[in-house]
């Protein structure tokens, strides 16, 4: 079976601290992607990243690094210099490739970023 | 590009009744999936629809349904509420491939009392 685990569940930090969210998998399978969502407040899930599990380029966007680790079962998210309007919960997700299969979420990390 | 629309956003239900909510996907987008979030659960996959066929279901019980339209326009309808199916229930779209992702609608938050 699938399994994804956000460790933590709560973080909070200061403005322009850097901060990582911690994703851990489980699966059996070798072809899976993996997505990192957020949530704030106002509830729409917003799309943030997927990656295949073919590729473990790591992946930088503007603040947001993403660090995808095999060996590890890893797929750690980083804020790097965070901000207000980041606070939200972010949640990591998991997809087998093949039919049948439905997106398997973390809990979820509750960010809080005060200034 | 209009992003998926779910209406309404907000219902307060009796226990005991039914409900339909309704998604509109992202224009060409042919899958449709349903989730329900509660703080206790997380979020927990109820069912998906592709071309008006369910293609998946989730681990819930017979009272959650779901129908998908020619136009890939989703409802899905619980019926004989209980308090425990208080949730925000979001709906996502996908062009067919899950390698292509899910974009989520704002959902909608269900109160039973």
């Known amino acids: 079976a699938q399994k994804v685990t956000q460790a933590q569940t709560e973080i909070s930090v200061v403005e322009k601290e850097d901060v990582t969210l911690d994703c851990v998998y489980e699966t059996r399978d070798t072809t899976y992607y993996l997505f990192w969502y957020k949530q704030p407040p106002s509830g729409e899930l917003v799309f943030l990243i997927r990656r295949n599990s073919f590729d473990e380029q790591n992946e930088i966007s503007g603040r947001y690094s993403w660090n995808f680790q095999k060996s590890t079962s890893s797929f750690n998210f980083t804020i790097t210099a965070s901000q207000v309007v980041d606070s939200a919960v972010y949640f990591c997700a998991l997809i087998l490739n093949q039919a049948g299969t439905a997106l398997i979420f973390g809990k979820g990390t509750t960010l809080s970023v005060s200034s | 590009k209009a992003g998926v629309t779910q209406t309404p956003r907000y219902l307060i239900k009796t226990r005991g009744q039914q409900v339909t909510l309704s998604c509109s996907p992202i224009?060409?987008?042919?899958?449709v999936s349903w989730y329900q979030q509660t703080p206790g659960q997380g979020l927990q996959f109820l069912f998906e629809?592709?071309?008006?066929?369910?293609?998946n279901k989730g681990n819930f019980p017979g009272r959650f349904s779901g129908r998908q339209f020619s136009n890939s326009r989703s409802e899905m309808n619980v019926s004989t509420l209980e308090l425990g199916d208080s949730a925000l229930y979001l709906c996502?779209?996908?062009?067919?491939?899950?390698?292509?992702?899910?974009?989520f609608g704002s959902g909608t938050r269900l109160t039973v009392v």
């Open positions: 629809y592709f071309s008006e066929t369910q293609r």
């Open positions: 996502a779209s996908s062009p067919s491939n899950r390698g292509h992702g899910y974009t």
């Open positions: 224009s060409g987008h042919r899958s």
